[in-house]
């Protein structure tokens, strides 16, 4: 089966301007993830969607990172305007894990390649 | 709040050495992950462990979970150029939802 998918790979743009990431995930994975990974750190969750719908967006700095699923399939994540502490890599993850099956399933996450932001 | 503290935060060895790194936390997990990222790509799952004591070998890799499953290990035997990378341990935090929470890594390079 196809991988995650995500473009652009690298951006590199000024403080304060916009910027926007697209992720496809693997298809018939309903939950969709958006982390944030600072150079040498782990990923950092920013939001996580079940099929449409958020489930959780209480790490997303809401005042200017912005995130929809529109159609239960693909993603875009949103920063305007961006800051130098932006600067970090965005993975998207997708896994078949729902939450009417939460305790009897490990949640394994399938990674796209992230894109790779600077800020400058 | 729930942690990973992984160690060490950086390792660097020559081919055919053998090393161990750890996930440690002061929280009890019901299962803990193991994932692999190389430079410039999404990290890649490598194994659950699910049972305290547990021990699971995938090639030249072993993992291990703590019998009060608060702590993991990893051990790699002869170690090659191809194992270089960030090895991320993760934990589910929240079964509503399915959060993982992820240590932040160490990372391992291989020289030949």
């Known amino acids: 089966e196809a991988g995650v998918a995500q473009s652009p790979r690298y951006k590199i743009i000024e403080k304060r301007q916009s910027v926007a990431f697209w992720c496809n995930p693997i298809?018939?994975?309903?939950?969709l993830y958006w982390y944030q990974q600072i150079l040498g750190q782990g990923p950092k969750l920013l939001i996580q969607?079940?099929?449409?719908?958020?489930?959780?967006d209480s790490q997303l700095p809401k005042d200017r990172f912005s995130a929809e699923r529109l159609k239960g399939v693909d993603s875009t994540l949103k920063i305007q305007p961006a800051k130098l502490e932006d600067s970090a890599v965005y993975l998207c993850?997708?896994?078949?894990?729902?939450?009417?099956?939460?305790?009897?399933?490990?949640?394994?996450?399938?990674f796209g390649p992230g894109t790779r932001l600077t800020v400058l | 709040t729930q942690l990973l503290e992984q160690s060490p935060q950086f390792l660097s060895i020559q081919e055919g050495e053998n090393l161990t790194v750890y996930c440690n936390s002061s929280?009890?997990?019901?299962?803990l992950q193991w994932y692999r990222q190389e430079p410039g790509e999404g990290p890649v799952l490598l194994v659950t462990v699910v049972t305290g004591g547990e021990v699971k070998k995938l090639k030249r890799l072993t993992f291990q979970f703590g019998d009060a499953r608060k702590d993991s290990s990893l051990h790699i035997t002869a170690a090659q150029p191809g194992d270089t990378g960030l090895y991320l341990c993760a934990g589910p935090i929240d079964y509503n939802t399915g959060k993982l929470i992820f240590g932040q890594g160490t990372t391992l390079q291989v020289k030949p």
């Open positions: 993850a997708s896994s078949r894990w729902s939450r009417r099956i939460s305790r009897s399933m490990y949640n394994e996450q399938f």
């Open positions: 969607f079940q099929n449409n719908g958020v489930v959780d």
């Open positions: 298809s018939g994975h309903a939950t």
């Open positions: 929280s009890v997990f019901s299962s």
